[in-house]
C-alpha cells in the first residue's frame, strides 16, 4: 500500500491504514512528484489498491482499477496458494463423516495397527483424487464448465435421491 503523509495536514498524516483506504485523497488534493504539501513514503504498492502516477496525479475513485477476485485459479497473478487452500477446505468438510471416515474409523479400530490404516486409507484417498484431477482435466477440455456444473449437480441430485430411496425401502 502506498501511504500519503502530508506536512500540511496533520491529521491526514495520523491516520491509521483503514482510514488511510477510506480517504480519497484524489478529492481533497491534487499531488504531484514536486509538490511542496506531501511527502510520499512508499512502502509496498500493488496495482489493486492504487493507480498512482505522478504525471497524472493521484488517480480519482472514477478511474481506479481494482484486481479481480481469483475465481478460476487461472487470473493473472492468482496466487497457487488460494486455489490449494481452497482445494483443502472444500474437501476436508466434504470428507468430514463421510463414509470414507467412518470406514477407516472402524478398519482402524479392528486392525489396532493405526499407521498401517492410515497409510493405506491415504494411498487409496491419492489415487482416487488423481483420477478425479485427470478425469476432470481431461473433460475440462472437452466441455463447457457450465455444462460440468449442470451435469455435476444432477448426478449429485441422482446419488442424493437413491440414498433416500434406499432409506424409505428399510
Known amino acids: 500500500m502506498q501511504r500519503l503523509f502530508l506536512s500540511s495536514t496533520p491529521s491526514v498524516a495520523n491516520l491509521s491504514d483503514s482510514d488511510l483506504s477510506e480517504l480519497d485523497v484524489a478529492q481533497t488534493l491534487s499531488l504531484r512528484e514536486n509538490s511542496p504539501e506531501a511527502k510520499v513514503v512508499s512502502e509496498a504498492i500493488t496495482p489493486a489498491e492504487s493507480t498512482v502516477g505522478f504525471d497524472e ?15 478460476t485459479g487461472k487470473e493473472p497473478g ?6 490449494l487452500s481452497s ?49 476432470g482435466q481431461w473433460l475440462s477440455t472437452r466441455l463447457s ?23 424409505l425401502q428399510m
Not at 111 to 135: D, Q
Not at 145 to 167: C, E, H, K, N, Q
Open 57 to 71: 496525479g493521484v488517480s480519482t475513485s472514477s478511474d481506479r482499477t481494482f484486481e479481480t477476485p481469483c475465481i
Open 78 to 83: 492468482c496466487p497457487p496458494w488460494r486455489v
Open 87 to 135: 482445494t483443502f477446505v472444500t474437501i476436508f468438510l466434504a470428507e468430514i463423516g463421510d463414509k470414507t471416515q467412518v470406514s477407516t474409523l472402524l478398519m482402524s479400530a479392528e486392525f489396532h495397527n493405526p499407521w498401517t490404516v492410515f497409510l493405506g486409507a491415504g494411498a487409496a484417498l491419492l489415487a482416487t483424487t488423481l483420477i478425479g484431477v485427470w478425469l
Open 145 to 167: 464448465p457450465r455444462t460440468l456444473d449442470v451435469a455435476s449437480g444432477i448426478l449429485l441430485a441422482l446419488i442424493s435421491a437413491s440414498l433416500v430411496w434406499d432409506v
